[in-house]
């Protein structure tokens, strides 16, 4: 449970520092952190449930397409995260479009990497 938390502590800086820097994505909530940190909760939910089966399934797509379904898996993952913050606890993060997925599923990727890091060092 511990490590859940640290995980999902995590991805709300990641996703904090992800709406900061893309116009394409708005928090929800007053305060905004509430929105940011209730869609890191479902997506670390997301990531450690089902998505890892998904992407398995997934692998042979992923592969003949050079990876370009491991970017839609990732686009879905984040819109369904989205959404079930928005409709669970009416706050969340919203999303204007596939491009700005992408792009913040890299910032929230590096972002990630680099706090997960500095945290076990």
């Not at 991805?11 to 820097?21: D, Y």
């Not at 909530?29 to 869609?39: N, S, Y």
């Not at 599923?105 to 945290?119: E, F, K, Q, T, Y």
């Amino acid at each position: 449970m511990g490590s859940f938390l640290i995980r999902w502590a995590i991805l709300t800086v990641a996703a904090g520092i992800m709406v900061v820097l893309l116009p394409g994505m708005h928090a929800v909530g007053h305060p905004p952190i509430l929105g940011v940190a209730a869609f890191a909760l479902f997506m670390a939910l997301l990531n450690a449930s089902i998505k890892p089966v998904v992407q398995m399934l997934a692998l042979p797509f992923s592969i003949l397409s050079f990876g370009l379904v491991a970017l839609i898996i990732n686009w879905l993952f984040m819109e369904l995260a989205s959404w079930l913050a928005l409709k669970l606890f009416d706050v969340g993060v919203t999303i204007d479009g596939f491009l700005w997925a992408v792009l913040g599923s890299l910032i929230m990727s590096v972002v990630s990497g680099i706090v997960s890091s500095a945290v076990s060092s």
